[in-house]
């Protein structure tokens, strides 16, 4: 168990080295991913309806990056349970709308699997949870 002194000891210490190198990867290559794949996406011509739906995923999922990379860094502070689940949030909206891109994308084919699998794991994660909140 963690003393009350150590929590709070832990909540005044400044972000870690390691953990704000890590932001900043996270800021730079998500950064370079929304600019090469923004770039692309305005310079090509004639791309099919997939294409443009894959490349608003990515550029979706990449400025969700930056955004969090950029609050973590700003904040540079320890992240507090609400923070975690607004990352949470973040995690489980890419992952969303990286599967109905795959689905649509593949015509069905490619994301049905990665859609059902992710139902799947939601659901075993619900179940889970409402057994240990039962004990």
Known sequence: MISAEETIAGLQDALSLRRRVRSLVQLFGAS????????????EDGLPVRTHIGFAAVMIVGLLTIARAAQVLRRRGHLFARDRVIAGWIAVGSAAVLAIGLALAGRGLLGTPVVVLALLFLAITHHTKKRWEKR
């Open 32 to 43: 370079a991913v929304v600019g090469l794949v923004g770039t692309l996406w305005l310079t």
